[in-house]
């Protein structure tokens, strides 16, 4: 019978070397609970005495053996409260981690221990009084940066090399972040966010993120906790990928729901993105290469970018392409009027004065002219019905009035968005590709194999009868010219 020393539990363990298995056998089980039974709050000579004890075992018969490695993994998952602190349970990781995951997919049962004891390091026991949390935390976080890097090698790795191992390995990591953000969401995207913001790992981070807020995870309003919130606003400000523009908007219309109140301290961003992304075939002109002058002295991301976000590292567009189209505004322009519905319009009717009116940086270089703002928004304002905002609210009291959401899900802030959107015949074809907001995207090209709107869709369907208070109407065809706008006089009535 075991005493209950470190020492009688690796003789109980390298005398099993042999017939390790998972689930492990009762005597290695019983040798673990006399253990803990002995030493429910062990010190620091006896943690480490056990880290000595548990690493002779694996030198001696764990490391050359790896149908091995699960029970091993098995047998340090119960004792990891007795081996925290002074960086143990990370060197376990450098010492397990290349051979975990070159054996995760022959080895029966290695793939879920793995995932098991991860999981466990990464979600730690948050008590404000345990003087070992600090440690565990410093513990989750470099294990979650480790994690991340190591996803994204092994990603890039699956897409180049068309590596079948690599891309299984891609699978198991990327179920253990996700589970782990859904435990501590703001530690998730916090991570997340150390990767977003370095251009060559942007595409592949913001798919992840697609993927994490298409489960709709709980607590995800604490991505406005985070600097990846707005990051994620710069990204869409500065990019001029089309790959990453699409991805980062799918993830925006995504979460507005959960940040209906939030949304009106960053309605300037979210309307100066909504005219980027409307007039986009003139962001990827604007970012061809073209001849310059030797006496330059400044550079593109000089004359583009304020002084406040001269660091922002600019992804931009990765093939030459002819695609020039915006991506999908549909949905986009359904929240933002469902939101804010009396800004918006306000935005639209006078763009320039409005971001003047809220101080926002670059105000005055906005190169739009408000009646091209008001001709191409035209299409998806015939989609919707009059909110009653604009009977109950002014302008000022929208931005105040939190009551409205106070009491809302995420879902019923969709719905209450959704429900104010009517697509008549004329834009059936708008609809459809509306679903493409919710489409799997690849991550190795830049353009998507069907822009996700097409250009008939954001030519405006003019007419002169129509106006801008009309709640529906149908629009006979007209003739554009060669930027898609119409060239019929405009009778909106935006004055």
Request: with cysteine.
């Amino acid at each position: 019978m075991s005493s209950g020393s470190s020492k009688d539990l690796s003789k109980t363990i390298s005398s099993h070397a042999a017939k390790l298995r998972v689930p492990l056998p009762d005597d290695i089980q019983r040798g673990i609970n006399a253990y803990l039974d002995k030493h429910p709050d062990p010190d620091e000579p006896e943690s480490q005495r056990l880290q000595d004890e548990l690493l002779s075992v694996y030198q001696s018969c764990i490391r050359d053996v790896p149908s091995r490695l699960a029970p091993f993994l098995a047998i340090l998952l119960p004792l990891k409260p007795n081996i925290s602190g002074s960086g143990r349970l990370l060197s376990w990781w450098d010492k397990l981690s290349v051979p975990v995951l070159n054996n995760i997919g022959a080895e029966k049962g290695l793939a879920v221990v793995a995932k098991d004891l991860l999981l466990a390091i990464l979600v730690y026991d948050e008590d404000e009084d345990d003087a070992k949390t600090p440690e565990a935390k410093a513990t989750s976080n470099t294990l979650a940066e480790t994690l991340f890097a190591t996803w994204l090698a092994q990603s890039k790795a699956a897409l180049e090399q068309f590596d079948d191992h690599a891309k299984f390995v891609v699978e198991q990591i990327q179920f253990i972040l996700i589970a782990f953000g859904k435990r501590r969401p703001k530690d998730f995207l916090t991570t997340l966010d150390m990767f977003f913001v370095k251009k060559d790992s942007r595409i592949l981070t913001l798919s992840l993120l697609c993927e994490f807020i298409q489960q709709q995870p709980p607590h995800l309003h604490q991505l406005l906790q985070t600097p990846l919130f707005n990051n994620i606003l710069k990204c869409l400000q500065r990019d001029t990928s089309t790959r990453v523009i699409s991805l980062a908007m799918t993830a925006l219309v995504m979460f507005l729901p959960h940040m209906p109140s939030a949304a009106a301290q960053h309605l300037p961003a979210l309307f100066n993105i909504y005219s980027r992304m409307l007039f986009w075939y003139r962001e990827r002109k604007a970012a061809e290469p073209r001849p310059r002058a030797d006496d330059d002295e400044k550079s593109e991301k000089d004359i583009s970018l304020p002084e406040q976000d001269q660091s922002w590292d600019r992804l931009s567009y990765l093939l030459e392409s002819e695609d020039e189209q915006v991506p999908e505004l549909l949905h986009y322009f359904t929240f933002l009027y469902g939101l804010y519905p009396i800004n918006f319009m306000s935005y639209i009717r006078k763009p320039q004065r409005y971001l003047r009116h809220a101080k926002f940086p670059g105000a005055d270089d906005l190169d739009i002219e408000p009646t091209e703002i008001r001709q191409r928004s035209e299409p998806f304002r015939r989609l919707h019905l009059l909110h009653p905002n604009f009977f109950l609210l002014t302008i000022e009291s929208e931005l105040t009035d939190n009551n409205r959401w106070q009491k809302s899900e995420a879902a019923d802030v969709v719905a209450e968005c959704m429900a104010l959107f009517v697509p008549g015949e004329d834009a059936q074809g708008l609809v459809h590709r509306s679903k493409a907001l919710a489409k799997k995207v690849a991550v190795d090209s830049d353009v998507p194999e069907q822009p996700l709107l097409d250009e008939e869709t954001v030519t405006p369907y003019q007419s002169r009868h129509t106006s801008w208070r009309n709640t529906t109407s149908t629009a006979p065809h007209n003739t554009t010219d060669n930027d898609g706008l119409s060239k019929q006089p405009s009778a909106l009535g935006y004055a």
